[in-house]
């Protein structure tokens, strides 16, 4: 089978290839204003500004578990180049670092954490911690938060996608793909998220499943794959040391501090349906990894020489039949806008609700124009980062692990004993440690160390010595007035 590398994709896709790619999109669209119909017809539009925010950001805590296990799992995998970029480079790596460590993750969170924060109430991450420690490290937090879900990277797969399919700038291609997003964004807030992603849940499901069924009957299984890759491809550390893999393990952990995670927790019924979604939602997780890892070793075996970041879409094109090849489409595009949507949408309520004075909290107005904010800059850092997806995760992703996720984990662990102050203390001292040691220029035994490594260090550091001072000034304080007063 000849491949082309450098092919045209609108000659390649036929007129019923386009109109199902185009179908799905709209009936993608429809399921956004049949959310929104459903809710009128319910009644469920309040004058109160505080209801009709529940709603907007929380559709009213009425998540159902269906509703729970569509929008996580869609919501997850907006990255899809980067992850098969890695897998074409490094084979089940991939399903290492992008995989496996994440379902850790994903377990811990649905069996320690999903009962301890529903107690709280709280409508947003920096809201929970600003309840769990205090005012100051619920701002803090918010900055971390409003980092950690900037969608640079899923703009960046959008750009890529629509670039590829109609061949203009990749600049106009993520302004054009972003302003679609954020104007359905604007019109149902997280319904229409919820509702978008039910349709973009089963097509991105079948879309990476028919890509491997395809590829295994044209080439056969695993022996094929062994004959045509190089033996690193079938390592756990996919040629890179043991250090450097572990890294992705600390940055997977950060689950237990993502917005997207709790926004649903938040959203959901009750605790029994979280803690089932994202148990359910993990088993979906698996198979859909084992799905694109494989696909994209597949395409690596038979077109070693494309460009890893596009070579899954130039495969995946060129191995299907017409009709399907537009339905595949269609589902690594859902896969994109189910994640940039859901973090264009907390980002945007990160900068009109938890950034800002108590006074306009809520307010519906600053959340359109948080979301164009967002959009705006996202598109900006994209150029920035000159469309590596990679870069991004482990730039945003370290900081995120080291210097938010120990604070909270540790505040779950010993309730009420990390101070306000200290959480702030503490998280500043990773943000720096781990800005100077991504600039320093390090030699010998400390090049290989990575910087994540270190803002852990700093983190924790900043915990225990902050708390033995805080003890000791306390203590002696506390025998100074008995003194005073014998």
Not at 206 to 223: E, M, N
Request: aromatic share 16%; charged share 15%.
């Amino acid at each position: 089978m000849e491949f082309d590398l450098t092919i045209d994709y609108k000659t390649i896709l036929s007129r019923l290839d386009w109109y199902v790619f185009f179908g799905v999109l709209l009936l993608t669209f429809l399921s956004v204003i049949y959310g929104q119909y459903l809710k009128k017809k319910k009644g469920n539009i309040s004058n109160n500004n505080e209801i009709r925010f529940l709603d907007l950001f929380l559709m009213g805590r009425q998540l159902t578990l269906p509703m729970f296990v569509a929008t996580l799992v869609a919501t997850w995998y907006g990255g899809i180049f980067g992850v098969t970029k890695i897998a074409f480079d490094q084979g089940i790596f991939n399903f290492v670092t992008q995989g496996i460590f994440w379902y850790i993750s994903y377990i811990l969170f649905a069996f320690f954490i999903v009962h301890k924060v529903a107690k709280y109430k709280a409508i947003t991450l920096p809201d929970l911690v600003g309840k769990m420690f205090g005012p100051n490290a619920g701002k803090l937090s918010a900055v971390f938060n409003f980092f950690n879900v900037l969608p640079i990277a899923y703009v960046i797969s959008l750009g890529l996608l629509i670039q590829a399919l109609f061949g203009i700038s990749f600049l106009q291609s993520m302004i054009i793909g972003v302003t679609i997003v954020i104007l359905y964004t604007l019109y149902g807030g997280f319904r229409a998220i919820v509702f978008s992603d039910i349709i973009q849940f089963f097509v991105m499901c079948l879309g990476v499943f028919l890509i491997l069924l395809y590829s295994y009957k044209l080439f056969g299984g695993v022996s094929f794959l062994k004959a045509n890759l190089p033996s690193t491809h079938f390592t756990l550390t996919g040629g890179e040391g043991i250090a450097t893999t572990l890294v992705w393990g600390f940055i997977a952990l950060s689950t237990l501090v993502d917005p997207n995670f709790y926004q649903r927790v938040f959203a959901a019924k009750n605790v029994k349906i979280a803690k089932r979604g994202i148990l359910i939602s993990t088993v979906i997780w698996i198979l859909f990894d084992i799905c694109t890892t494989a696909g994209a070793m597949y395409a690596r075996a038979v077109i070693p020489e494309a460009a890893s970041d596009k070579a899954y879409l130039i495969y995946a094109l060129q191995i299907l039949p017409n009709g399907i090849r537009g339905l595949v489409l269609a589902g690594i595009l859902a896969t994109i806008l189910s994640t940039l949507d859901s973090y264009l949408f907390i980002a945007g309520t990160t900068v009109s609700y938890d950034m800002m004075p108590k006074k306009w909290k809520g307010k519906v107005s600053l959340y359109h124009i948080g979301i164009i904010f967002v959009g705006i800059l996202a598109i900006l850092l994209g150029i920035v980062f000159e469309g590596n997806i990679k870069t991004v995760w482990k730039t945003l992703g370290s900081y995120s692990a080291s210097c938010l996720l120990l604070p909270v984990l540790y505040g779950y662990i010993f309730p009420g004993k990390i101070k306000d102050h200290q959480f702030v203390f503490a998280s500043i001292l990773g943000v720096i440690t781990v800005s100077v040691w991504r600039n320093i220029e390090l030699t010998g035994f400390w090049q290989n160390v990575d910087e994540l490594y270190m803002g852990i260090i700093a983190t924790s550091f900043g915990l225990v010595s902050y708390g033995l001072v805080y003890k000791y000034l306390t203590r002696s304080k506390l025998m100074n007035n008995k003194r005073g007063k014998s």
